[in-house]
């Protein structure tokens, strides 16, 4: 345990030591903040709605390119080798990089409740959604983390793992939105499978263990096959 | 300490290293030398648990590296060729990660980055970062981390490749130091390198090993055919060559280009017996022959290496 936390200290305090961090928090900020105030006064409704609902979008592509470099990085310089070496067992590296990316994921979050508090000044905001929004939030980061260091482990080239991550992702996000195109023997499996579907029921206010069970069996599943991709390298 | 038995690594169906056994006693250096591509490193990388073998057994301190991986883990220090190090982080910082991830407590990691900082001679670069810094100097910073956690077995893999001169004796001389009580395995294809800091080598090629021993034994090639230069003075060669040849273990005597000056020069081959320079200068001075020179030729590593690796 101890050594799965230095890795993790390590690759978090990596994110900060460059400008990577600040800029994806940046755009990330500008992105969610703009789509959201635009049409906040139009809508004239205290809630975070419009937020949550973008937010899968979002993070499809900002987790991916915050997760990118975890694996891909380290394959490319060769400094793998010096880190599977040191006495830390390959399940070590894989959850302490995944818990980095997930905590950058949920450190994202944080300046965002901004917006909640100055809503909660202007009108009569209900905190049950938003706290389950938040709740849901974080779970996806964590997810899309865990696909976004998968997609990492199978390939040298950042661009590559980036891109990898953010097929997954989206497809995750958006499967219950084409559902329609599918038989109807097949959509209910679908919508199951899809992420935006499970992320929309926990951002009602409703915290089902199915839905935690999802991402938790979704972190689990990509967690296992990186764990499967970096042992079969060796 | 180390004992490996039938190793053997596949790159699909490329055969890396075939079936090779090893055994290697405490406070041995060891260098692996062979041409490039011949299985050092993948071998190297068996031996620290970064790659699986495809088939044999590496036993560490009678601990298997399969079972026992972590532990095993914890005897090794371990620098990959050309140390890929991280590159946005400062060196005290890097050397703070490793001993916290080798699980060293507070004051004993103060302590131990400390002794490697003189040991390595990191003291004016330690607020650095780490990709700033020349080869040489990253290669101590690679040494810092192989020997952070004390091991008993050091593996280095080419140390000394890339850095001027200078450079190669300061990481020779921190090498030796730590070798004085340590295992050290380190592979190499420069062969003056092997020479000066391995108490023994091992010659490998094409996945296979070639020739094992101490470097004395291998330079003097024992069993094998030994070459010894003659000068005379009044001497005739048909004579001298059949006096030379009656001796027991001398198997054919050849004339060199022969000046001028009246001098006899000859190149004795012989295998056998070990006291044969004896024999010949008793032989050479029961004769009015004068003699100028008298040398064994002494069979250079570099001629061992090409003579075992050559293509055929």
């Excluded at chain 2, 190669?168 to 092997?194: M, N, P, Q, W, Y």
């Excluded at chain 2, 070639?210 to 003659?230: N, P, W």
Aim: glycine share 8%; net charge negative; proline share 3%.
């Amino acid at each position: 345990m101890t050594r799965t936390l230095q890795i993790f200290k390590k690759e978090l305090r990596d994110y900060f030591v460059s400008p990577i961090a600040y800029i994806v928090i940046c755009i990330f900020l500008l992105i969610t903040g703009w789509f959201f105030f635009s049409t906040f006064f139009i809508f004239n409704q205290a809630n975070l709605r419009t937020f949550f609902t973008l937010l899968p979008l979002t993070f499809s592509f900002v987790i991916p390119a915050v997760t990118m470099r975890l694996f891909a990085e380290e394959l490319h310089s060769g400094s793998y080798e010096m880190l599977l070496t040191l006495p830390v067992r390959l399940s070590d590296i894989v959850l302490g990089k995944f818990l980095a990316g997930a905590a950058f994921a949920a450190i994202m979050l944080v300046p965002t409740l901004v917006y909640g508090f100055s809503i909660s000044f202007i009108g009569d905001l209900d905190w049950g959604p938003v706290a389950g929004g938040y709740i849901g939030a974080v779970l996806l980061g964590a997810s899309y983390s865990a696909v976004g260091v998968f997609a990492s482990t199978l390939t040298k080239n950042q661009i590559v793992a980036f891109i990898t991550g953010m097929v997954i992702c989206f497809a995750l996000t958006l499967l219950d939105k084409v559902v329609f195109f599918f038989p109807p023997q097949v959509v209910d499996v679908f919508t199951q499978i899809a992420a935006g579907y499970h992320f929309e029921n926990i951002s009602k206010g409703i915290l089902d263990t199915r839905d935690v069970l999802y991402f938790a069996s979704v972190i689990f599943a990509f967690l296992y096959g990186a764990h499967m991709v970096m042992q079969e390298k060796r | 300490m180390i004992h490996v038995e039938k190793l053997t690594k596949f790159y699909g169906s490329f055969c890396a290293v075939d079936q090779i056994d090893l055994d290697v006693s405490r406070g041995e250096i060891t260098g692996l030398l062979g041409p490039n591509g011949a299985g050092k490193t993948t071998t190297l990388r068996m031996l620290t648990g970064y790659l699986v073998p495809t088939s044999g057994s590496i036993l560490i301190k009678d601990l298997s590296i399969d079972d026992e991986s972590l532990a095993v883990k914890k005897l090794i220090g371990y620098l990959p060729e050309s140390a890929p190090l991280y590159h946005n982080i400062l060196v005290y910082d890097y050397l703070d990660y490793i001993a916290r991830v080798r699980d060293l407590d507070g004051r004993r990691r103060i302590e131990r980055i400390h002794e490697l900082v003189d040991l390595c001679g990191l003291s004016g670069i330690m607020h650095k970062n780490i990709g700033e810094l020349s080869k040489g100097l990253r290669q101590r910073v690679g040494l810092a981390h192989a020997m952070m956690g004390d091991p008993e077995i050091l593996v280095l893999d080419e140390p000394t490749s890339g850095l001027d001169p200078n450079q190669i004796v300061e990481i020779r001389d921190i090498i030796r130091a730590f070798g004085k009580e340590k295992t050290i395995i380190l592979s190499t294809h420069i062969l003056s390198e092997a020479e000066a800091t391995c108490d023994r080598i091992v010659i490998i090629d094409k996945g296979k090993i070639v020739a094992d021993g101490s470097t004395e034994s291998l330079k003097q090639g024992a069993g094998e055919e030994r070459t010894i230069h003659l000068t005379l003075l009044h001497a005739d060669f048909d004579t001298a060559s059949q006096t030379l040849s009656a001796l027991d273990g001398v198997s054919r005597v050849e004339r060199m280009d022969t000046p001028d000056s009246g001098e006899l020069r000859l190149k004795i081959f012989a295998g056998g017996p070990d006291r044969l320079r004896e024999r010949i200068y008793a032989c050479v001075k029961q004769t009015d022959w004068v003699m100028v020179e008298f040398t064994q030729e002494a069979k250079s590593l570099e001629k061992i290496f090409r003579d075992l690796t050559r293509e055929v």
